[in-house]
């Protein structure tokens, strides 16, 4: 089932929903109520590290339980600046459903010997629960120039740019649209030659939450 026939089917059926979720823990329980008014809502129950949750629902309609599982890791030893320095940025980082969010893109060339990185590919990612705006991306690769097409993959929109010379930089800009109730954490995007692998760099987003 595609995401587009999630979100129709989700729209038609909310109003028709009167449910009461239970979450047991074994040492409380704690009641959600989903109706009408507060269906596109996220609703989030903490769960301590351990315990064993059982969920109970009572009521008329249907409801989506997500899972999600966090932990710490020690921080990542600092790496060596890559040969492409890229920063995928949102305009913001809380909209509602349907609003749209434009996803800034800048990248620059900066490798430790004079090369030319021939074809570069810059892996943009979306947001999970986000979907691409394909006239925003007709319009950067239009305004750009040196963008020879693109493709969306996925959660990936994947440009191919034509010959980045060394310390050249690019920064343009395209949308995407919220189309469901989601926190959706960060995202890796990078920029590689096609050619030179090697030649690569990377950068991770900041959260954004779709209400």
Same mark, same amino acid.
């Given at each position: 089932?595609?995401?587009?026939?999630?979100?129709?089917?989700?729209?038609?059926s909310?109003s028709?929903?009167?449910?009461?979720?239970?979450v047991?823990t074994?040492?409380?329980? +704690?009641?959600? +109520?989903?109706?009408?008014?507060?269906a596109?809502?996220?609703?989030?129950?903490?769960?301590?590290?351990?315990?064993?949750?059982s969920?109970?629902?009572?009521?008329?309609?249907?409801?989506?339980?997500?899972?999600?599982?966090?932990?710490?890791?020690?921080?990542?030893?600092?790496?060596?600046?890559?040969?492409?320095?890229?920063?995928?940025?949102?305009?913001?980082?809380?909209?509602?459903?349907?609003?749209?969010?434009?996803?800034?893109?800048?990248?620059?060339?900066?490798?430790?010997?004079?090369?030319?990185?021939?074809?570069?590919?810059?892996?943009?990612?979306?947001?999970?629960?986000?979907a691409?705006?394909?006239?925003?991306?007709?319009?950067?690769v239009?305004?750009?120039?040196?963008?020879q097409?693109?493709?969306i993959?996925?959660?990936?929109?994947?440009?191919?740019?034509?010959?980045?010379?060394?310390?050249?930089k690019?920064?343009?800009?395209?949308?995407?649209?919220?189309?469901?109730?989601?926190?959706?954490?960060?995202?890796?995007?990078?920029?590689?030659?096609?050619?030179?692998?090697?030649l690569?760099?990377?950068?991770?987003?900041?959260?954004?939450?779709?209400?």
């Open positions: 089932m595609t995401l587009q026939a999630l979100t129709d089917y989700a729209r038609s909310r028709d929903v009167d449910l009461k979720i239970t047991d074994g040492r409380e329980k +704690k009641e959600l +109520k989903i109706n009408a008014e507060n596109e809502v996220l609703q989030m129950v903490a769960i301590p590290s351990g315990d064993l949750a969920l109970r629902a009572e009521g008329r309609g249907d409801a989506v339980v997500q899972v999600v599982k966090r932990y710490n890791l020690p921080a990542p030893p600092k790496q060596e600046a890559g040969d492409f320095v890229i920063n995928v940025d949102y305009n913001t980082s809380e909209v509602a459903v349907n609003d749209i969010v434009k996803v800034l893109v800048d990248v620059q060339f900066t490798p430790s010997m004079p090369v030319q990185a021939e074809m570069v590919v810059l892996d943009i990612s979306v947001p999970t629960g986000f691409p705006m394909t006239a925003t991306i007709d319009q950067a239009k305004k750009a120039g040196k963008i097409r693109y493709d993959a996925g959660r990936k929109v994947i440009f191919y740019v034509v010959n980045m010379a060394a310390g050249e690019m920064t343009f800009s395209f949308d995407i649209k919220a189309q469901f109730p989601v926190r959706a954490e960060g995202t890796a995007s990078q920029a590689y030659s096609y050619y030179n692998p090697d690569r760099g990377e950068t991770m987003t900041g959260g954004i939450v779709a209400r």
